[in-house]
């Protein structure tokens, strides 16, 4: 069974500040997703990452996948409310693989 | 419709009553998953369809859930002699086929409280 980790669980921050969240874990991915969750609604897709090493900028947020495809990281920069939210990672299998499971998530409160 | 489609969204049942949730996923989408989301947590995967084929149910807490899609495309997820531990969100998500990196669109979820 992997272990999956996200880190921290909880981060609160003042409007215009940086911000860098974690996902971790013992096994290899073939790729991962970062999905986020706003109060009330469904997880909504922001990045796949597939190749290690790879970095993906998305407006403010950069997402990286680690070399080794153990870890991957998202970082805010100058956090707005709008960003406030539920951030979920999800390894993904290989080729024919259906496997979406979820880390437990860190949840943003980014206060105006 | 455009997207996902859970109903109802709020679902209040006592202890032992029998529940049913819905979930319309988008038109053609041949994966179907559903997860269970205790507050402030991630979703909890339970059982994943494939067209109408249940490939995985490994994520089923017990032998009181049960989830079917005769079609292949609604879906409904039953839950008998419902828990006051059963109360949680529960999450539809589709996708066009089961494969890596298909992005998954989720529904906005039911809300059970049982009492």
């Known amino acids: 069974t992997q272990l999956l980790e996200q880190s921290p669980q909880f981060l609160s921050i003042q409007e215009g500040e940086n911000l860098t969240v974690y996902c971790n874990s013992s096994s290899v991915f073939s790729s991962l997703q970062w999905y986020r969750q706003e109060p009330g609604e469904g997880p909504v897709l922001l990045v796949t990452?597939?190749?290690?090493?790879e970095v993906k900028k998305l407006k403010r947020l950069t997402f990286q996948f680690g070399d080794a495809r153990k870890d991957s990281s998202l970082h805010i920069t100058a956090a707005q409310p709008g960003d406030t939210g539920l951030y979920l990672c999800?390894?993904?299998?290989?080729?024919?693989?259906?496997?979406?499971?979820f880390g437990k998530g860190t949840k943003l409160s980014v206060i105006p | 419709g455009a997207g996902v489609s859970q109903s109802p969204r709020y679902k209040v049942a006592k202890r032992g009553q029998d529940v049913a949730l819905r979930c319309d996923p988008i038109?053609?989408?041949?994966?179907l998953f559903w997860y269970q989301q205790a507050l402030g947590q991630g979703p909890e995967f339970l059982t994943y369809f494939q067209n109408e084929a249940q490939l995985d149910k490994s994520g089923l807490p017990s032998d009181r859930f049960f989830a079917e899609r005769p079609e292949g495309s609604v879906s409904t997820l039953k839950i008998q002699r419902t828990q006051q531990e059963d109360s949680a969100v529960y999450l539809c998500?589709?996708?066009?086929?089961?494969?890596?990196?298909?992005?998954?669109?989720f529904g906005q979820g039911t809300r059970l409280t049982v009492v």
């Open positions: 999800a390894p993904r299998g290989g080729a024919g693989s259906y496997q979406l499971t």
């Open positions: 990452v597939v190749t290690g090493g």
């Open positions: 998500a589709s996708a066009v086929q089961g494969v890596a990196y298909t992005e998954a669109f």
């Open positions: 038109s053609g989408h041949v994966s």
